[in-house]
T-cell receptor, first 115, second 114 residues
Framework: AQSVTQPDIHITVSEGASLELRCNYS??????LFWYVQSPGQGLQLLLK??????LVQGIKGFEAEFKRSQSSFNLRKPSVHWSDAAEYFC?????????????FGTGTRLQVTL | EAGVTQSPTHLIKTRGQQATLRCSPI?????VYWYQQALGLGLQFLLW???????NRGNFPPRFSGRQFPNYSSELNVNALELEDSALYLC?????????????FGPGTRLTVL
């Protein structure tokens, strides 16, 4: 079965520190992978996506993610966190079941940024 | 360009009633997706409509239903409301129903069932 796991429910980092949010997936073939962010009171916004090609993907707001097939991981990174990055982050996997596409969301990681 | 809009923002119902939630996609988008974000359960895929047809359905009972109108806006109906239906319901739209298309999300409708 297709699944996406985010092992960390809650992470706290200091402003200016580096960040890595973990994501593991379980898909039969190469999945489509996304990271979305949900800020308080707002809808989800796409940070970046990976379909194929270069395994290091650059996104908006200075985020990047690396697809590692050997580890079934797609971790999100940012070299220096800003207080405005405090939000909930969702790793999302996409696959095709029959003729229908479907997204599977991880349970999310809530990021708290201390000043 | 206007984003995905949802109405109402908040909806309070009692158990057994019916709820209707509405979504307007980004202009030019033909696909609409519905998700339920319940506390502790994360985002769960509910329904996907494209060109007026239901294309895919998540693991939800038949009392969750919807439709897509000719202008591509969509409606989600939840019948015989139960307490556990209390959640944030998110709508997303995309250009076409393929995974390579980015889904753009609305702000959601918070449904509270008393």
């Amino acid at each position: 079965a297709q699944s996406v796991t985010q092992p960390d429910i809650h992470i706290t980092v200091s402003e200016g520190a580096s960040l890595e949010l973990r994501c593991n997936y379980s898909y039969g073939a190469t999945p489509y992978l996304f990271w979305y962010v949900q800020s308080p009171g707002q809808g989800l916004q796409l940070l970046l996506k990976y379909f194929s090609g270069d395994t290091l993907v650059q996104g908006i707001k200075g985020f990047e993610a690396e697809f590692k097939r050997s580890q079934s991981s797609f971790n999100l990174r940012k070299p220096s966190v800003h207080w405005s990055d405090a939000a909930e982050y969702f790793c999302v996997g996409g696959g095709i079941t029959g003729t229908a596409s479907k997204l599977t969301f991880g349970t999310g990681t809530r990021l708290q940024v201390t000043l | 360009e206007a984003g995905v809009t949802q109405s109402p923002t908040h909806l309070i119902k009692t158990r057994g009633q019916q709820a209707t939630l509405r979504c307007s996609p980004i202009s030019g988008h033909t696909s609409v997706y519905w998700y339920q974000q319940a506390l502790g359960l994360g985002l769960q895929f509910l329904l996907w409509y494209d060109e007026g047809e239901e294309r895919n359905r998540g693991n939800f009972p038949p009392r969750f239903s919807g439709r897509q109108f000719p202008n591509y806006s969509s409606e989600l109906n939840v019948n015989a409301l139960e307490l556990e239906d209390s959640a944030l319901y998110l709508c997303a739209s995309s250009n076409a129903g393929v995974l390579t298309d980015t889904q753009y999300f609305g702000p959601g409708t918070r449904l509270t069932v008393l």
